[in-house]
């Protein structure tokens, strides 16, 4: 026998086994539409990964199409777009969509991973077509939408975005409500460019309206009121971070520090960073709150705090903060070194990652209301410590 008949007698043999895995999981309930490619059996996987691409090709070239083989297509379909290899994905989904073996139960699902193929190549508006289509069958519905959302915020389609994703079960989707309301906040900011500040207000109200935990949209209203030179009303909007979400709290520092600053009560500023430091502690809170402690002519109380705080959280911005509330205590010598330490920190400081996706890892220096690697939104957050 001649040894490539061997290998193909191998692989269809393991990949029969895979098939009989993934058909016996497949009985343990209903599965949601639109996941069905991240769900496949691990043992494909598995079994695909143990050959190489051109043993592979020949496998699916000469395998049937019928309805007992579809569900192999799909997979092997599948396999190949996560590895990257876009065209013999998109290839064996065209292939199967025009066979008249393929069955019209699977008519749904091979459009719909075609439309994945498509939106995978950087292909758009064909991707847009096909899920367009795909909304008037019931089953695949939402997943369709879904997809077209991820269309339109490449886009930028805000508004188009926002329509659309309200066709979706608001009430028993939390993740659609914060996708709505981020639409509304990246809408409002446009108007805030146009200093249109009644329009901006207007979709940030509405935001609101859709996830009343959207910090996104109660920082854009603290700035819009500050612009406006509307200081107790800032305050009031940022306050609501609190219940929100105080880890956002150290985003709203410097407009709560700019509204409390024409107040005749110059502790105020103080007493607020007091509160959040009892909220959520972070570095950001504790330098902040050392130098607004720190007096012109006696800064003793905010080296202190420092001095007592840094014993429990040591770090470079506390560090830092401190050497430059004694730069003025030292004598020339130790001035110089003092300058040298804060330099080095200051590189240090300057390669920390601020900010870390709490869903993918994904971490970086600016905050970002949309993870740029799994594109989730909201969940990137400050790194508390650094
Ligand atoms: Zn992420």
């Known amino acids: 026998m001649f040894p490539w008949i061997v290998e193909w007698l191998l692989i269809a043999l393991a990949v029969g086994i895979g098939w009989f895995i993934g058909h016996r999981q497949s009985r343990g309930g209903p599965r949601e539409p639109g996941s069905s490619s991240k769900k496949l059996p691990r043992a494909f996987e598995v079994v695909f990964d143990a050959y190489d691409s051109p043993t592979l090709d020949s496998f699916i070239q000469t395998l049937p199409i019928n309805a007992e083989t579809v569900k192999l297509h799909l997979s092997l379909a599948g396999y190949f777009r996560r590895r990257g290899e876009i065209e013999k994905s998109t290839a064996i989904h065209q292939k199967l969509l025009s066979h008249p073996e393929s069955g019209e139960a ?82 409002a900011e446009r108007s805030l460019r146009r200093k249109a500040h009644e329009e901006a207000r207007a979709l940030l109200k509405e935001a609101l309206g859709y996830d009343k935990r959207c910090v996104r949209a109660s920082l854009l209203l603290g700035r819009i009121h500050l612009l406006q030179g509307q200081h107790a009303e800032a305050l009031t909007e940022l306050k609501r971070i609190e219940q929100q979400d105080p880890a956002f709290l150290v985003e709203a520092l410097e407009m709560i520090e700019e509204a409390c600053t024409p107040d005749e ?113 909201s969940t990137v957050e400050p790194v508390p410590w650094l």
């Open 106 to 187: 699977f008519t749904c699902r091979i459009t719909f991973e075609l439309g994945q193929d498509y939106m995978a190549g950087g292909l758009y508006d064909r991707a847009e077509d096909l899920f367009q289509k795909l909304i008037q069958s019931g089953e695949w519905r939402d997943a369709s939408i879904e997809r077209l959302l991820e269309i339109y915020e490449h886009e930028k389609d805000w508004d188009i975005a926002r329509d659309r994703a309200l066709s979706l079960d608001l009430k028993r989707n939390r993740r659609v409500q914060i996708r709505v309301a981020h639409y509304c906040c990246e809408m």
């Open 265 to 377: 009560d110059d502790g105020k500023y103080a007493r607020i960073l007091q509160r959040i430091w009892q909220l959520r502690p972070s570095s950001r809170v504790m330098t902040a709150l050392a130098l607004a402690k720190s007096k012109p002519e006696d800064n003793r109380a905010s080296i202190e705090f420092l001095l007592a705080q840094l014993d429990e959280h040591p770090t470079l911005g506390g560090v830092k903060t401190l050497l430059s509330l004694l730069l003025p205590f030292a004598d020339t010598e130790p001035k110089r070194w003092i300058q040298i330490v804060r330099g080095v920190l200051d590189s240090l400081l300057e390669k920390n990652e601020s900010y870390c996706c709490k869903n993918c890892g994904f971490s970086g220096k600016h905050l970002h209301w949309q993870c740029p690697s799994c594109k989730s939104w």
